[in-house]
């Protein structure tokens, strides 16, 4: 078996330079550590990393975990952590959270036990007290996304989730729409409640009278958002527009209309949320909020680095949506 020794007298170091090159720390000279790296390719010698964090109490690794691995959206999101923690020159270690507090937890127990250096959890289920009791109990620093934490702003990066929906409402009565319906996501999600907190806020705000009748839970899904507007349209419920919590549910919905002989936008004007990819190609193209989520999960890997460095750190501002305004809506029955 070829060990750290046999690397250092190959290439003509000490077996502790050998292990400031594998783990980064200190001051190496670049030929030096050339020579260490060549030395380690042609003896074969590959590190025992497990060890090593074991030893150093570290895994020069930063842990992620998101709610599912599905969908254009955490896609967005994994590979910008990806180019930034391996612009590092650290790990990405990446599980899934499984949409349950309880997977949520143990994915970060999980990476914690791995010795990761510091770990960003996407939450959607995971409460307030739950997440404030696991900063206090684990040894490396957590980033939360997605969760407003009034009790530790430094610690998380979130997104006006309400404000969003209430622009995006907004503007559909802007132009000329007053029955509007809503799908929205998982409605046990703090996500889900914002969005459609939003939504009631702006019908609120222009004397508009909240009819549940004309709202329709999902799951974030293509078919649940077909289906859910199947249930409008069954309920035989009056709208213009329909706001979709996001941009697969709107997708699901376009279907529904179309099926059921609803022209889009004339008869129908549809917004979504996140602006997916497709948004822009589909007919007609689909007006959306985007969402900034490549520069809240670099802003919450900066803020992980400072809290790593023992660095002192201050809240983070929320991130804001923008409206993708695009051909799904067209003036409503009351534009003037």
Do not use: W
């Amino acid at each position: 078996m070829i060990t750290m020794l046999d690397v250092s007298i190959r290439a003509g170091v000490s077996k502790a330079t050998v292990s400031r090159v594998l783990n980064g720390t200190g001051q190496v000279k670049k030929s030096t550590r050339d020579a260490v790296f060549k030395a380690m390719d042609e003896l074969g010698y590959r590190p025992n990393f497990l060890a090593q964090s074991l030893a150093n109490k570290s895994s020069n690794s930063i842990g992620l975990v998101v709610s599912n691995f599905d969908g254009p959206y955490f896609g967005r999101l994994l590979r910008q952590a990806a180019k930034l923690i391996e612009a590092s020159g650290k790990h990405l270690v990446v599980t899934d959270g499984h949409d349950t507090p309880e997977d949520e937890l143990q994915a970060v127990q999980l990476l914690a036990d791995r010795r990761c250096d510091a770990i960003i959890l996407y939450t959607r289920f995971t409460d307030e007290a739950a997440l404030m009791a696991l900063f206090e109990r684990l040894p490396v620093p957590v980033m939360v996304i997605n969760r407003d934490l009034p009790l530790a702003r430094e610690r998380c990066v979130f997104f006006e989730q309400q404000q969003a929906a209430f622009d995006a409402v907004t503007y559909l009565i802007a132009q000329g729409h007053r029955e509007i319906a809503c799908i929205t996501g998982p409605i046990a999600t703090p996500t889900a409640q914002a969005r459609l907190a939003g939504y009631r806020q702006a019908l609120e705000h222009h004397q508009i009278a909240f009819d549940a009748a004309r709202v329709a839970h999902g799951d974030s899904s293509v078919p649940s958002g077909y289906h859910g507007c199947q249930t409008l349209l069954n309920a035989r419920v009056d709208f213009s527009a329909l706001f979709a919590s996001n941009d697969d549910m709107a997708i699901g919905a376009m279907k529904a209309l179309c099926q059921a002989g609803k022209r889009l936008p004339q008869d129908v004007s549809i917004f979504g949320f996140d602006d997916e990819p497709s948004a822009a190609y589909l007919q007609p193209a689909l007006s959306t909020v985007y969402l900034p989520i490549d520069m809240m999960i670099e802003a919450a890997i900066a803020q992980a680095f400072r809290l790593l460095n023992g660095e002192e750190v201050q809240p983070l501002t929320p991130f804001t949506g923008e409206l993708r305004l695009r051909e799904s809506v067209a003036p409503g029955p009351y534009a003037g």
